[in-house]
């Protein structure tokens, strides 16, 4: 054997003595990165740091600032602060700690148990922190059996990760160790805490708001906002997953086993057909006659318009659907992003000043022939047919810009009722692990992009950042600017969407650029039982994505 392992990085090859760790590699070639590195791509497969080299690989770096590496930084902190609140409080004193939705570029966590949570202990635990990141403690990871984990979690009154555990097949299961504390994290982990400095914690309506950096800014912590709208719509989807009694994925798998999933998922649409009805109510008592509606990539506007209408023509209001979509402007006149591409996610894409003519003119009772962009020629066309609301007609106007000011500016506030909708999830893995909203909405646009326009899940997952890019600067900023604010999980999706999702992801190559994230979506998917998408009534939400909606 070798006593050499050849490394090729960035075309160069570089000689090590086999069995060098990542973490030696990535020392020297840390100044060529602008932020701490995290993890190795080993042949296009990502290693923690603590791995070593036993032959010759093409290896690559990822840093605390790409998309996976700021995932893991994140999950460093939240292992971080749950041992350092354990540390002070005194594991036998807490009957439940809970990492929750996220807020901004935090998550919001709560603490139940024999202490009172109050600003000298949220301020003790942060010195906890900062004391073992200051004494930069190595992680350790150590595979334990699957019999050896559930009592592990038994013992220590982990009961939501002994019931995740009841449906793994895996023989054996990868732990953290950080020092006395034991933790089981869903991916990957830093390999000490010295790289976790940058981080907040402060007292927060009943719980505590850790806030952590944002990607492309990881050198500080931004405040942290209040965003009381979005916290009340975190807090009521909460209660409703304790309601029907879903908080975590063991819970749910558990109601599939036992035969209470239909009920489950009859309650979840009922509950949120009763939403949707209040949201109704509150513009037909406002006598609101402009309603825009507006969301990130994948909320599920569509299915709420016509879910909204219906519940508006209960109110003896008629409303006419109007998207902005129709209102690009010629394909050569639409600006360009950073890598030279047409930029339809920017409010500039978009022909305001006719956009905002036509709404003057049809709230004014006067006839408007609405225009209709051609996708294919990259134009808009008029097919002569005017409109002209009547009594009792609404405008309501869909599209990611709704919320802002410079749509429609000439109507007056009072008469328009903005809603913002979004796929918030509340559901977490277990106590410590919580589903990412983001993964929420991408498994829906993976599904609904290869079912109603044949895109494949590679090409899914290749414009993605820029989605997210144009969602990041032109949606999530103005949305507490909402007069009503809608929440689109719902409990049951994900294990719908897990039999259309998968052989999509699986279709991706070792050699693409999206293999790892479709190896770590997969990974996620194979903690949920599966559900036949026939329990999934034709109204619901979630048939915007896998078809069969009684609306399209």
Not at 214 to 235: A, C, L, N, Y
Not at 310 to 323: A, D, F
Request: with cysteine; aromatic share 10%.
């Amino acid at each position: 054997m070798k006593e050499e392992a050849i490394i090729t990085y960035r075309g160069e090859q570089y000689s090590y003595p086999r069995g060098i760790s990542y973490m030696e590699i990535a020392e020297e070639f840390q100044k060529n990165y602008d932020y701490p590195i995290v993890l190795a791509r080993v042949n296009n497969k990502l290693k923690e740091l603590f791995h070593v080299a036993d032959g010759d690989i093409e290896l690559e770096f990822e840093t605390i600032d790409g998309h996976i590496g700021h995932k893991t930084y994140k999950r460093g902190v939240c292992m971080l602060f749950l041992k350092s609140f354990y540390d002070v409080v005194g594991r036998d004193k807490v009957e439940k700690l809970k990492i929750g939705f996220s807020m901004g570029p935090g998550y919001y966590c709560t603490a139940k148990g024999k202490f009172i949570l109050d600003k000298e202990l949220v301020s003790r635990v942060k010195k906890r922190m900062m004391e073992v990141v200051e004494k930069d403690v190595p992680i350790v990871k150590k595979k334990y059996s699957i019999d050896e984990v559930r009592k592990k979690c038994r013992d220590v009154g982990m009961r939501d990760k002994e019931r995740l555990f009841h449906y793994r097949m895996s023989s054996d299961i990868n732990m953290y160790i950080l020092e006395n504390y034991v933790d089981y994290f869903y991916g990957f982990m830093v390999p000490s805490t010295g790289y976790l400095s940058q981080f907040d914690l402060q007292l927060y309506k009943g719980g505590m708001i850790l806030q952590m950096v944002k990607r492309g800014d990881p050198d500080s912590v931004p405040p942290i906002k209040d965003m009381p709208s979005i916290f009340e719509t975190m807090e009521k989807s909460v209660s409703w997953s304790s309601m029907l009694g879903v908080e975590t994925v063991g819970a749910l798998n558990d109601s599939i086993c036992e035969g209470r999933i239909t009920d489950i998922v009859l309650a979840q649409e009922a509950l949120v057909n009763s939403r949707i009805s209040e949201i109704a109510e509150e513009i037909s008592k406002r006598k609101s006659k402009f309603i825009t509606i507006a969301g990130p990539s994948s909320s599920g506007k569509t299915t709420f318009s016509h879910r909204l209408g219906v519940q508006l023509l209960s109110h003896g209001l008629h409303p006419r659907v109007i998207t902005l979509d129709n209102y690009y402007l010629g394909r050569e006149r639409v600006p360009l992003a950073e890598d030279g591409t047409k930029n339809f996610e920017a409010l500039e894409s978009l022909d305001l000043d006719e956009f905002n003519s036509n709404m003057k003119d049809l709230l004014a009772g006067q006839k408007v022939v609405l225009p209709s962009y051609n996708f294919l020629t990259g134009v808009k066309e008029y097919y002569g047919n005017p409109v002209k609301l009547g009594t009792e007609d609404v405008v309501v106007v869909e599209g990611i810009h709704g919320l802002s000011d410079e749509i429609a500016p000439d109507i007056a506030r009072e008469q328009k009722f903005k809603i913002y909708i979004s796929s918030l999830t509340t559901m977490n893995i277990d106590e410590h692990n919580r589903i990412s909203t983001t993964d929420g909405r991408l498994i829906r646009r993976i599904v609904r992009d290869y079912m109603s326009r044949g895109t494949s899940a590679e090409r899914t997952l290749s414009m993605w950042s820029k989605v997210r890019r144009g969602e990041e600067e032109n949606i999530f900023p103005l949305q507490e600017k909402a007069d009503a604010i809608f929440n689109s999980a719902l409990v049951y999706e994900i294990s719908v969407l897990k039999q259309f999702v998968e052989p999509l992801l699986y279709s991706i190559k070792p050699n693409s650029e999206n293999y790892q994230e479709a190896l770590r979506l997969l990974k996620f998917l194979q903690y949920f039982l599966g559900l036949d998408a026939s329990i999934v009534p034709s109204d619901s939400l979630i048939r915007e994505f896998i078809g069969g909606s009684c609306y399209m």
